[in-house]
Structures are given as C-alpha cells and as structure tokens.
C-alpha cells in the first residue's frame, strides 16, 4: 500500500517545501509513522498516509522557514527532472513550476496545504478541511487566499511552445550579450534570481527592472558565456537550460514567462540542488 500512494506522498510534500531532499526526508519518516500504526482501524490507508505527510509537511515548513531566513542570497526551489516522473505523484502538474512553488513560500504552510491538496491533487474540501484539522468554510478560505496571493504575484503564463520560444530567444541574446533583445524580450518588472546558496559566486540579491537586469546580463556575458556548454533539459514540467563547464554542472537556468515578456529569471547554482541533473551530463 504505502510504495502505491508513495509519488503522491511526496508530491505533496516537495511542493510544500521546494526541496526534493527534504520532501523524501518527510516522506520517509511517513513510512516509519506506517510501520509503527496499528492498522486495523484505518478504512483509507490512502487517507491515512496523506494526512500524516501534509501535517509532517507543515511542522517541517514552519522550520523550514527559519532556515531561509539566513539562507545566503535568493532561496529558489529545487528543481527536479519531470522528464523522468511526468507527474511528479500528482494528477495534475498543478503548482510545480518553481515560479509557483517559489510564490507559494511566501504563504504559510497551512495556506499551502490546503492549496496544493486542493490544486494539484484535487482533494475534496471536506478531506482537505480534516487533513488540517479545520472546518470546511474556513478550507475554502485558505484555498480562496492563495489563490488571489498567486494571481496578484503572477501573470497569466504563456503556452508551452511560446514559453519555449521566449527562453531561446532570451539564452542567444543573453550568450551574446544583445542588450536591444533582452529589452524586447524581458518584462518592464522583470526579476533575476541567483540561487547559490553561499557556495557558488552568485549575486547575493535579486536584481529588478529591465534595465538593470538587461545591462547585468550584459555585462557578464563575455566572462560567464565562452566556457560554457548548454543542454536542453526539463525541469517541473517546463523547458530550462543546464549550463554546465568540463562536464560540471553550473547552473539550471529557467524563466517565468507571461505576455509581458520573462517575468523571472531563475539561475538555481547551489550545487546540491544541480545533483538531479548531474547524471544527465555523462550521457
């Protein structure tokens, strides 16, 4: 039963948290809660499971949260390879981009459950609302405010196929330092994150606004750019890019796109959050 409900598990957990290190950690002491329960009184093992990984989740995301705060630069999500799990446990790729799941840490945890047990795998309220230990009404309302916390963060993204054609149109120009092209292609509010986690020399604070994003990218093109090899991979269900040197991987880059233009660029180089694409560059 548990390897069955296992990829929901810890899809719900990794989009709780945007760690796959530490949703398998969650998951993980879920399988040690199972074996110690006694059974015969559990109907819904489905159930069961679900509620002891979403309030594992929660506790783990309120220290989760403290860590953060002195996490060195930009915390992005990591990202994870949903060529190789398309769904990642969900029914739907609901709330797995890492601009959503990077939005969905500025909500509580409680918010988030309830949001990400209601999106991405379609709970009733009802279940969610006992999962939570909360009424009905008040699930609603949880679900209700992320909901407009999300809308209100981020526009409406574009198709696959456009978010595709922005990134190429945006990784050439970049390459090149084409400044006229970033213009074009970024939004006027656009956002750059560096996500080097002290580790690797990245700009410890996002920079904001087309002008100084562009000018930024340009100026770092001709140092970053000629030593490095690029590959097309997936991550969280959309197109991004592994920059990689001698066969080491260096950075995942991947935007948030809207008809706007790229509304975020996301440059996750913390090298243990590049560990599930590393396997990908001896190939």
Not at 39 to 43: A, E, F, G, K, P
Not at 151 to 166: K, Y
Not at 243 to 268: F, H, K, P, T, Y
């Given at each position: 039963m548990f390897l069955t409900a296992r990829p929901q598990l810890f899809g719900i957990a990794y989009r709780m948290l945007g760690s796959a290190v530490e949703a398998e950690d969650i998951v993980q002491e879920a399988w040690?809660?199972?074996?110690n329960t006694d059974?015969?009184?559990?109907?819904e093992p489905a159930a069961f499971l679900a509620t002891v990984t979403t309030r594992l989740a929660i506790n783990f995301a309120q220290s989760?949260?403290?860590?953060r705060e002195s996490y060195i630069g930009p915390w992005l999500p990591e990202p994870v390879d949903t060529s190789l799990d398309p769904q990642v446990g969900a029914e739907r790729a609901e709330a797995l981009e890492l601009a959503v799941l990077l939005l969905l840490e500025k909500l509580n945890p409680v918010e988030r459950a309830a949001y990400v047990l209601r999106e991405a795998f379609d709970y009733p309220y009802k279940q969610v609302a006992d999962i939570l230990e909360t009424s009905e009404a008040n699930t609603r309302q949880l679900v209700s405010r992320a909901r407009k916390h999300l809308?209100?963060?981020?526009?409406?993204?574009?198709?696959?196929?456009?978010?595709?054609?922005?990134l190429e149109v945006f990784l050439a120009?970049?390459?090149?330092?084409?400044?006229?092209?970033?213009?074009?292609?970024?939004a006027a509010d656009v956002v750059s994150y560096s996500d080097g986690g002290g580790v690797r020399g990245a700009s410890k604070i996002p920079v904001i606004g087309r002008p100084h994003v562009s000018k930024y990218l340009v100026a770092f093109a001709p140092r970053f750019w000629p030593?490095?090899?690029i590959r097309w991979v997936e991550a969280n269900g959309?197109?991004?890019v592994l920059?990689?040197?001698?066969?080491?991987?260096?950075?995942?880059?991947?935007?948030?796109?809207?008809?706007?233009?790229?509304?975020?660029?996301?440059?996750?180089m913390n090298p243990a959050k590049l560990l599930p694409y590393v396997a990908s560059l001896s190939d």
């Open positions: 040690l809660r199972w074996q059974r015969t009184n559990i109907h989760a949260k403290v860590r809308a209100a963060e981020r526009r409406e993204p574009v198709s696959p196929a456009d978010h595709r054609r922005l120009a970049a390459q090149t330092g084409n400044l006229a092209v970033l213009e074009d292609v970024l030593q490095m090899d959309r197109p991004a920059v990689s040197a001698d066969g080491n991987a260096v950075a995942l880059l991947s935007v948030d796109a809207s008809a706007e233009g790229i509304d975020r660029i996301m440059w996750v």
